[in-house]
Each structure stands twice: as structure tokens, then as C-alpha cells.
């Protein structure tokens, strides 16, 4: 076959934007076919370098490269993959975990981690070493990787947590800056059924909830609390608490039972682009918050939810992201360690006093982190919440952020659009050793993505804006 | 790389010397550090306390470019210079202006020239050469200082009027130009703004001051792309002063 030249790249200059919706940057898109496409265009970079993206659910700048190319690896989604009679399987990068789910529930398998969305691909959800409602037990989706195909400038290796393990935990939680992951073998665990038996608890405040997880989430495979960010006063924090562990085939209803690996997930409906910026205010999020938490039984225990109902709840909406307009958004997602509770009731007390426009917010207790350097969960509290753009938004952030860090706690890199670049040091103590190992794969910065531009991840400084060293 | 909320890391000024640009340059830094480069008459004290400011102010490294905005050639070579030697510009913030003595203008016409060559002219050749090279990096933000004076030009200044009243049309035009570039475009409309531009003058209603024009950007930032009154409240009150009859127009005074 004849090499092609990297000038025939069916490039598109496209505007990209992550799913907060703030400052579209255009980059030249080129579908991400095969592996030899990702080896092409690393080996024939242009000037401002190449990043890979999944489906565009990092909230920033993570999937997004100005000026430069973008390799859209949702092309990369074929074929449809086996498991094995262990739970191994391998699937293209570029397969989404709604795809992927879709397959192999009905031949009793689960996925080992989801995050809140299903609509992820398996190369962006390693890149961002995703966890979900069972990290307490389970850890992060980089526990559960065997084996990854990763395209680097340098050359395509086969990397797993047994075979050179620092470019393999670098690659977990890097950010897609360790190279073009094209494939992963993961290890699926098994289900007798597609549904959960549910807890939910009521809480009146944030002590309630935080008492009641630390001593009773062990008992649970998933939990997970919804918390209301925007009442003040006695009910600070007051929350929703879910918990629950899939189903025994003998707990199912006899209707059920029949098809008890019968998976739906469906999208109900998709929210047109016309909602207008200021929809999501102070007031329509106090009202929102206050529905679902009187919705919410006050207690009930032995629930059956479906996989969808549980995992993905925000999913039934497509593109529900438009409802905060034009303007967008962002996520504050922040862990602190186990004895910093009292800097989770500031930051609380904090976003609540400001007024901010938060929907709904999550808290969680993470288990204990893996091995690789910028993963984000340790031991510890984390909360998300989603945050209207707004002006006032940096001081308070950048407030909440030294409180965080100072506590010896971070923000979610996936997450991030707006901390200080000289945070990242000091959150992810072990950057340096991670330059390194990438250095090794990229030692001409051929890997760049706008986060990386704005952070420094790479230290490609004192160029203020990551120019690599050819440029 | 600006941030989610719009703050830059790297500023490029054309007129840093202006109070404004200053009061702009001081409020971005404030809220994150950035290298700065400033740009302006090559010598002039107000740029090099610009410069000094800038520095003290925490920004990561300042450099000075010179032109003259007399000159549209020198201005566009110092926007490429800066483009070509600094690595990306988050931000482009075209300040420079001058205020012109509208009766030596209605005298001389070619004082009134040179109003409008700096005003307008240089203000376009600013606004297109930016623009080509922020389109190519593919992100990046244009802040056009434009001026009320331009939304309905009055007899007491028609030639400034005039310049920033085609200004103002020109970055409009160049906002819908630039949608899906990675580009945003903020043009700013203060009012009359207490500085060294009208010291001596009397302040009228609705003045407003540098700090106050600083704010109201790094607001605009936040939200992208459109055009900020400064004080908010005189998009209102301009709306019904562009229909004031004609003779009453006129004798507002200056």
C-alpha cells in the first residue's frame, strides 16, 4: 500500500467545545479510522500538535486542540466485541460504554465502572481514569484495564499494569497526553440480572448524610448522594442518599425474572439549542433542588431500578447540557481527604452563601486511589456540581480552591475549565514524575491538547502558551 | 489559553500606554497571571509606566512593541512581529485612540485626518490583523475599546464621532465575521470616562471611570462573544436618544 502523505489527512477545521459549552476552539478533525491513521497523523503532526477525542463529555478543554488536529476516535468503534468466559474483553477505544452495555448485559455482564453518563467512550473514560458509585469497593476504571494499544510519536506499544507499568499508569488519568489509546482489554463483572435493589435515605443536613455513608457504605456495592448546594442554614447539605447492589435473579419480580438481563436504556427526549443563558439561575436551581428532594421517599429500602434508572438518570435527556444556554457552564469537582469534613461544610456554606446557580450537586466517598500519577479520586469526600457561567464565579472558586488544597485535596482535571495553572503542582504532587515518563513517548511535544495549553501539564513552559520546543 | 470564564494568559495591548488599557490589564492580572505585552509610541512615558505597572501588577513577563497609530503599516508589522515571536495571544485588546480638537479639525482638515487614521483607519488595519492571526490559532479574544460617542454622533465632537462611529461598525461586522473561528469578539461602549483624554472636562451624567470600564470586560469575558455598555445603563438612555428630534440633538452640548 502506498503511504499516504500526511497532507491528505481528510482534516475539517471544526469549532469543538466541551460539554460545559464555553470558548469553542477550531481544530482540524480527522476521523480516527485505524490505528494507521493515528500513527500517520502523530508522525506528521502540523504545528500545533494532535490530541485524541471520545464523545466530548469532559466538561473543559480536555478534548480540544486550537489550531491543531483533533483525532475524532468515536470512528473507531469496530467490531463488536467478545467476553470471555473470565469477563475479558477487548474493545476498540473508540466504543462508547452505552454501546458496550448494550452487548454484553444480555449475556450477563456489567461494565467493572460507569461514571453518570453512559455516553463516554472506553479511550476517554482510561484517559480520565473514571470512577463511579462503586469506587468505594471497586476503584477507578484503571483497576480493571489488563492490557491498551497506545499510538505514541515514538512508535505503538502494548502497555499494561504488567507490562511497563509507568507508561501505562501515566496513560491512566494522562489526559490523552501520553498518546492515542486504539484499544483496551478490560475485565467485565458478572450479573444475574439488569436490576438494582435500592436503599434511599432522606437526610435533614450534611452530618446526617456523611454519618450515615461512613458507616454504612461498605455494607453497598454503588452509593452515591445527591445533595442540595443551594439551601443555607439548618439544612445545609440536606441530601438524598442512594445505595444499592444488583439484583439476585430469585429477587426479581416472576415477570422479570423471565428476562432478567433484559437492558433498556433509553433517550426520551434531546433539549433543543434555544434555551437562554439565564434559565439556570439562583432561583429556578432552588426550586429544583427543593422538588427532588421532597420526591424523594424520606426511606426505602429493597427498591428494583433498572441499570439505566440507577447509573445514568441524566442520560434520558439527550444534550441536557443546553439547558444552561449559550453562556454554558462549568463543574467544581473537588476530593479531600478523610478529616477534612469541616472544608467540605465551608466550601458548601460557601457556594450556598454566593448564590451561585448550582443544579443538582453529588457527593461520594472515594476508596483508596491507584497507582497512577494524575488519576484524580483519593481516599476521601468528593463533590461535583455544575456552576451557570458567571463573572463573580473565579474569586469564588479560586477561594474554595486554596481551601481545598490546602487541606491536601484537588480538582477533577476531566472537569476542570478555569483553576490556576500553579494549583496543578501542588494538587497532583506527582506531575514531575509524570512529565517524565511521557517525555520518554514524546520528546518532541507532538501531544497537546487546550488543557494542556492552559495548565501546563506538560511543562512546556516558560513559552506562556505550550508552543512546542519545534515550533 | 483563556479559561472557561474567559481570563487570558497572554495579553497583547495596541495603545498599553491609555489609562484604560491599563485599568484592563491591571484587573485581568489580578485575577490571573499573564505575560503581557504592551504596544504604543516607541519612547513614550506612559507606556513604559505601563510596563512598570504590569510587571508589579504579577504578570509573567512584560515586553513593549512599538508602532504608531499614525501609521497603519507600523501597526500591522508590530501585530505580526508579536504573533510571530510570542507564541499565542489569548487576548487582543485595541485601545489606542485619540480624542482630536474638534475646531482645530474644522480648521485644519488634516488634523481631522489624523483623528480619523488613528480612530478608524488604524483601528481596522488593528482589528483584521489580529483577526487573521487569532482565526489561524484557532482561539483567542478581540476587545475593541469603542466609545457611545459613536452611536449617535453629535455636533460638539463629529470628527472622533464619526472615526469611532465606523470603528464600532467595523467590529460588529468583524464579531459575525469571526462566529465559529474560535474567536470572540467584545466591543466596549463607555460613556464618558474620567481620564487624562478629558481631563479638564466636566463630567457629564452617567461618567463613568477606567476601574469601573475594566469590570465591566473582564465581565463581558465570562459571557463571550458582544457588546458591553459602560454604565450598563446607557444602552437604554442611548436608545432613546438616538431618536431625540434632530434640533435638540444638536445643541447637546459638549
Redesign the interface.
Known sequence: MMPTPASAAPGRRTPLVGWGGTRPTVAEVVALTSGAVAEQTLRHPGRRGVIARGLGRSYGDAALNAGGTVLDATALDTPGPTVGPDGTVRVPAGLSLDALLRTVVPAGWFVPVTPGTRFVTIGGAIAADVHGKNHHRDGSIGAHIRRLTLATPTGTVEIGPDRDPELFWATVGGMGLTGVILEADLVLPAIETAHLRVDTVRTGDLDEVMALMTEGDHRYHYSVAWIDCVIRGRHLGRSVLTRGDFARRSELSSRCAERPLDYRAAVRLTAPPVFPSGLVNHRTMRAFNEAVYRRAPAHREGELQTIARFFHPLDVIGSWNRLYGRRGFLQWQVVLPFGAEDVLRRSIEGLAAAGAASSLAVLKRFGPGDPAPLSFPTEGWTLALDLAVAPELTALLDGLDDAVVKAGGRVYLAKDSRVRRELVGVMYPRLDEWRAVRRRVDPDGVLISDLDRRLDLTGRTPAPNGRSARS | ???????P??ILVLGGGSELARAVVARLLA?????VVLGGRPGSDALAGAAAEAAAAGA??VTTVAFDATDPASLLAAVDDVFDGH??V?LVLVAFGVLGDQTACESDPLEAVEVATVDYTSAVVAGLAAARRL?????GTLVALSSVAGERVRRANFVYGSAKAGMDGFYQGLTDALV???V?VVVVRPGFVTTRMTAGMKPPPLATDAAAVAEAV??A????SGTVWVPGLLRPVFSGLRHLPRPLWRRVPG
Not at chain 2, 489559553?1 to 481570563?7: C, I, P, Q, R, V
Not at chain 2, 485575577?31 to 505575560?35: E, G, Q, V, W
Not at chain 2, 469575558?221 to 463571550?224: M, R, T
Open positions: 489559553m483563556n479559561d472557561a470564564l474567559g481570563l494568559q497572554s485575577a490571573r497571571p499573564a505575560s509573567t513577563s507564541g499565542d489569548d482565526r489561524r490559532q484557532g482561539h465559529g473561528s474560535g470572540q473582564v465581565a469575558l465570562a459571557k463571550g
